[in-house]
């Protein structure tokens, strides 16, 4: 119900920056949080950061605390990760993700988008 297209990703230095961008079509209206996940290859998807739709709670995973800042801008439907001191480690396919209203996980997702961080 929500089509989400990430952007922004590429191969970076350890050490470097980046910021991922996420826009939202569809039934926006009905997020209640959005998210950004991650895989690296032969690994399950994790949980990264995420962030409410109306208040500004957030939430991140330990591994990038300190080093990610995920933030949104509601009148562009738009979800944002900016990654400072990047590392080898964060290196995976970014995903996107829609929490909507009434539901308890995530069920919307982007196609992802590749960071590489070389070392």
């Known amino acids: 119900q929500v089509q989400l297209v990430e952007s922004g990703g590429g191969v970076v230095q350890a050490g470097g920056s980046l910021r991922l961008s996420c826009a939202a079509s569809?039934?926006?209206?009905?997020?209640?949080?959005m998210g950004w996940f991650r895989q690296a290859p032969g690994k399950e998807r994790d949980f990264v950061a995420d962030?409410?739709?109306?208040?500004?709670?957030?939430i991140y995973a330990d591994s990038v605390k300190g080093r990610f800042t995920i933030s949104r801008d509601n009148a562009k439907n738009t979800l944002y990760l900016q990654m400072n001191s990047l590392k080898p480690e964060d290196t995976a396919v970014y995903y996107c993700?829609?929490?909507?209203?009434?539901?308890?996980?995530?069920?919307?997702w982007g196609q992802g988008t590749q960071v590489t961080v070389s070392s």
């Open positions: 962030i409410g739709w109306s208040g500004d709670s957030t």
């Open positions: 569809g039934r926006t209206f009905s997020i209640y949080r």
């Open positions: 993700a829609v929490r909507p209203y009434r539901w308890t996980d995530f069920n919307s």
